[in-house]
């Protein structure tokens, strides 16, 4: 694509410097007709005719490089666009797993804490512990899914799509990542977790919904 830009550029360029040599050969041809000279007035001719050929040339490279140029973009931002579309129900489905990864802890961690029965030894890592061991397919998915996500970003990363933009993604995969680390490995107290998972969720869920309105 930069060399196609480049040879468009070139090929203006060169337009724009013969359309000149060309007007200037011109009036050469016009002053050796009406002088009656005959020596400017072939000058002229044949100055016109070369500088017309040139600048001929040179717009059918400005305008060919120019097309091979809008052909590259548009082929690169559709192959955004297919990634971006894969990456989003993508982010969709791992928000739904993260999520629940997060209540089935919050719930069983506020089981624990409220249980009657339970001695004054309560630990919260144990309960922890085994609520991910319970959800042993979720957390394997869930790392799984990050992977695809960041797979997914590199290859949209990689398209260097003139007219679209990365951010969004980008900071889309970086709160998604933040929430499925803590899930996964949660610190604090209850009431940390409980305010951090819920910060976390709705930050998820607000790209969420921009990804689905881009």
Known sequence: METALFLSGVGYLVAIMAFVVAIGFLITLLVGRTSGNEITFKVGKKGT?????????????????GAVENSIATQRNNRFDNYAEKYTKLYAKTSTDTEDIANNIYDVWQD???????????????VISASLEKDADKVYALKNNMKKLKDT????????????????????Y???????????NPYGNFNSFSDMTNSQDKAVGNYLRKLLNK
């Open 174 to 184: 970086d709160k998604m990542s933040e929430m499925a680390d803590y899930v996964t």
């Open 49 to 65: 005719l070369i500088a017309g050929i040139v600048l001929a040339a040179s717009l059918v490279l400005g305008f060919g490089a």
């Open 153 to 172: 970003l590199d290859s949209m990363k990689d398209c260097n799509a003139p007219d679209r933009s990365i951010k969004l993604y980008q900071n889309s």
């Open 112 to 126: 624990g804490i409220f249980d009657d029965t339970s001695d004054d030894n309560f630990d919260p890592n144990t």
